[in-house]
């Protein structure tokens, strides 16, 4: 670590840079997609019905799920964090998308995040894919880099999607590798929320806006 970096770290207590960082997040969000901060703000408190539902079925996952994977890591619920949750909530409803395309569902935070914003939106429709694991699963075909995300046995992958919101969702189980490019339809306008930059880059031309 950079040395300046590294005394910075020693003197500011975490909670206080972790709110720095998002501050600055925003502040650049703000710069390079919304008119003002309170436009960003207005579409943030329009997530808050959501994160009380989500936040409680993180609670309940947490208490139920304590083991490891049979590939040894730590079981966990495995979803975007609140606060880029919260953005990518404010960005749909700015950006109103008609297609928008997500890897990677497991238990359903961003599917429900993006489904529900395009329902305010009364416009659009979410691709999703996933290659879920099971919590009861024996050691499978997954990349050395995944970690302990799953799915309880016994449901399916974005089980936790309010139903109201379902009308608007296609969802595709298979590898992204193998599905991306079908759900990538060229001249579309597309809204992407994906971290395999590689795997966009090789199946996926055109414009798109990833996270
Ligand atoms: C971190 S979780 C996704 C969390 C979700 N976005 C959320 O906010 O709740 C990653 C998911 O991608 C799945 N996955 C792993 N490898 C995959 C692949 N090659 N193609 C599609 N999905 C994959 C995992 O099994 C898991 O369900």
């Known amino acids: 670590m950079h040395p300046i970096?590294?005394?910075v770290k020693g003197m500011v207590p975490d909670p206080v840079r972790h709110s720095l960082k998002e501050r600055m997040i925003d502040r650049s969000l703000v710069r390079s997609m919304f008119s003002t901060r309170s436009e960003l703000d207005g579409f943030r408190s329009e997530?808050?019905?959501?994160?009380?539902?989500?936040?409680?079925?993180?609670?309940?996952f947490r208490e139920e799920f304590t083991g490891t994977t049979a590939r040894g890591h730590p079981m966990s619920f495995g979803n975007l964090a609140w606060e880029p949750a919260a953005r990518i909530y404010a960005l749909i409803r700015k950006r109103r998308p008609d297609r928008c395309v997500e890897t990677g569902v497991c238990n359903g935070v961003s599917t429900s995040v993006i489904l529900l914003?395009?329902?305010?939106?009364?416009?659009?429709?979410?691709?999703?894919?996933?290659?879920p694991e099971y919590s009861d699963?024996?050691?499978?075909?997954?990349?050395?880099?995944?970690?302990?995300?799953?799915?309880?046995?016994?449901?399916q992958p974005g089980w936790l999607?309010?139903?109201?919101?379902?009308?608007?969702?296609?969802?595709?189980l298979g590898k992204s590798q193998e599905e991306l490019a079908a759900a990538c339809s060229p001249g579309r306008d597309r809204?992407?929320?994906?971290?395999?930059?590689?795997?966009?880059?090789e199946h996926v031309h055109g414009d798109f806006v990833s996270f």
């Open 5 to 7: 970096k590294a005394t």
């Open 47 to 60: 997530f808050d019905e959501l994160l009380g539902i989500l936040e409680e079925q993180h609670r309940r």
């Open 117 to 131: 914003a395009l329902e305010r939106n009364r416009n659009g429709r979410l691709w999703s894919i996933d290659y």
């Open 137 to 155: 699963a024996p050691v499978g075909d997954f990349s050395d880099t995944k970690r302990g995300a799953i799915v309880p046995a016994g449901r």
């Open 161 to 172: 999607v309010p139903d109201n919101l379902r009308g608007r969702w296609e969802l595709s």
């Open 191 to 201: 809204f992407l929320h994906a971290r395999q930059r590689a795997l966009l880059r």
